[in-house]
């Protein structure tokens, strides 16, 4: 049974010491320390402290803010060290689930945390439901400008295939699918095919978009000379 001391600065220029004299002062026997942001995810300390905690240890911290960024980050690490039997405890906060009282106020942070965590997402659905409302969707603008669509279909109305299509406008071969809304189905194919030119007059116009100007494609029949 030891108590294991883990300590954290935000930036190299920080100085560990009081917390590593405070930690020290209250018993722990062995402290692992780092020094990065909250928010950093390599933590190596932090690595080796958890690797290094056997049940019946205590994790002593000088303040929960030292452990993770945000409450909910403390609740997920003390949870998972729980499940392993293993305690915590903050030395300037009420938080010492060796306790009966600093348990209690761990499953009240843990409650808040999950009453926070689920706002949150409520609040992130609400929004995305409003935009969707509003024609506005996330993620990236699409590579697949109208122009690109336009181009596109001609060409696959001629039977080109997905890959010379995606060549030539120089885009993913899965972008021109999505845009197409269609995967080799021959009907689609043959609808589009029905409104091409039936002749072509091979009367070439530059292609309308910005990285391919050498290029020029048929207007009627989507015909690309490369």
């Not at 409003?130 to 690109?148: D, F, H, I, W, Y």
């Not at 021109?176 to 194919?189: E, H, K, N």
């Amino acid at each position: 049974m030891s108590v294991v001391g883990y300590t954290r600065v935000s930036t190299q220029d920080q100085n560990l010491d009081s917390q590593i004299d405070a930690l020290t002062r209250a018993g722990a026997q062995h402290i692992y320390s780092d020094k990065a942001t909250g928010k950093n995810a390599a933590r190596p300390g932090l690595v080796e402290c958890m690797k290094f905690l056997r049940e019946h240890d205590t994790l002593l911290v000088y303040s929960t803010d030292r452990l993770g960024r945000s409450m909910t980050d403390v609740v997920t690490i003390v949870e998972k060290l729980r499940q392993r039997g293993v305690e915590f405890t903050s030395l300037t906060e009420p938080f010492d689930t060796t306790t009966p009282g600093g348990e209690l106020f761990f499953h009240i942070c843990a409650a808040f945390a999950q009453m926070n965590g689920r706002i949150i997402s409520e609040r992130t659905r609400a929004g995305l439901a409003s935009a969707k409302a509003r024609g506005r969707l996330g993620g990236r603008p699409t590579v697949m400008t109208p122009e690109r669509v336009a181009v596109a279909q001609r060409m696959r109305a001629g039977k080109a295939t997905w890959e010379s299509i995606a060549a030539t406008l120089q885009v993913g071969e899965s972008s021109v699918r999505r845009a197409l809304g269609t995967r080799d189905d021959p009907g689609i194919v043959d609808e589009l095919a029905s409104t091409a030119a039936p002749n072509c007059p091979r009367d070439l116009v530059p292609m309308t978009l910005r990285d391919n100007p050498a290029r020029w494609v048929c207007d009627q029949c989507g015909l690309v000379n490369l």
